[in-house]
């Protein structure tokens, strides 16, 4: 019976650690794959319309079940271009889940110029534009959450247009 304790003292902890491991992993390959559907999706036409953006939008839940994206993630999505100015902007830019507690895009908002995409270094030359999908999630573990506290996690993918120079809001 001793050593039955003893056993459990040390397996309960390393089995709760593999769970709450398999969680995460398996979080951060959904969250890598909403990037990557959200902005190759805004980037297979010549302009987006709202409903076209809901719709994408909407996909997203199904993406990452069974985790709860509605209540712990924003999805941001950013054209930014070189289109009608030298400098790179952020020409529009669309969120998921619109709460009081959304984060900042890491391109800045509508309007804002992204230095770090000009220049011989950046991504962008002139009259080229880049499609930004940033995926945001606040993941909290499952067992003894005060033990390793939430993390926000953050994936991005960026994507040219595929049939113009850049894809127009209407």
């Not at 830019?93 to 270094?121: C, F, L």
């Not at 950046?122 to 003894?144: M, Q, R, T, W, Y």
């Not at 033990?147 to 809001?169: M, N």
Request: hydrophobic share 45%; no cysteine.
């Amino acid at each position: 019976m001793v050593e039955i304790a003893f056993a459990m003292s040390i397996l309960a902890p390393l089995v709760l650690g593999a769970v709450e491991l398999a969680r995460f992993v398996l979080l951060q390959q959904k969250l890598d794959r909403v990037a990557a559907t959200v902005g190759d999706l805004a980037s297979r036409g010549r302009a987006l319309t709202p409903a076209q953006i809901n719709d994408i939008f909407a996909s997203i839940d199904s993406l990452v079940s069974p985790f709860d994206f509605d209540g712990e993630g924003e999805v941001i999505l950013s054209s930014i271009d070189t289109i009608s100015q030298t400098d790179p902007r952020v020409a529009w830019q669309y969120r998921g889940n619109d709460t009081a507690a959304t984060p900042e895009s890491k391109y800045g908002a509508e309007g804002d110029i992204v230095a770090s995409m000009a220049g011989e270094d950046g991504l962008l030359d002139e009259h080229e534009s880049v499609i930004v999908a940033e995926v945001f999630f606040d993941f909290e573990p499952l067992f003894v959450p005060d033990l390793i506290g939430p993390v926000e996690l953050y994936h991005r993918a960026l994507f040219r247009p595929r049939l113009s120079d850049q894809v127009l809001e209407e």
